[in-house]
């Protein structure tokens, strides 16, 4: 029987607010005018730890998220 991957709680918030600095990160690489296929992925994901540091409003948005997508239970993180 195949085996699913499921977020559950925090690594769901985790994931997505580091997914939403890695946008955030190649919106500002190509608004610069770098073509992403020669940034090194290393930059990318350093710059985005950096803009995570500086944004911690995504991991409210994350927790909003993940709520929408059912990966975590509404009540779950209240309690």
Request: charged share 30%; glycine share 4%; net charge positive.
């Given at each position: 029987?195949?085996r699913?991957?499921k977020?559950v709680?925090t690594?769901?918030?985790?994931?997505?607010?580091?997914?939403?600095?890695?946008?955030?990160?190649?919106?500002q690489?190509?608004?610069?005018?770098?073509r992403?296929?020669?940034v090194?992925?290393?930059?990318?994901?350093?710059?985005?730890?950096?803009?995570?540091?500086?944004?911690?409003?995504?991991?409210?948005?994350a927790?909003?998220?993940?709520?929408?997508?059912g990966?975590?239970?509404?009540?779950a993180?209240?309690?």
């Amino acid at each position: 029987m195949a085996r699913h991957f499921k977020l559950v709680g925090t690594h769901a918030i985790n994931v997505l607010a580091r997914l939403a600095a890695k946008n955030a990160v190649k919106e500002q690489l190509r608004n610069q005018g770098r073509r992403l296929t020669l940034v090194p992925i290393r930059e990318i994901n350093e710059r985005a730890i950096a803009y995570l540091a500086d944004h911690p409003e995504l991991y409210q948005e994350a927790l909003e998220r993940a709520k929408r997508m059912g990966w975590i239970e509404p009540m779950a993180l209240e309690k």
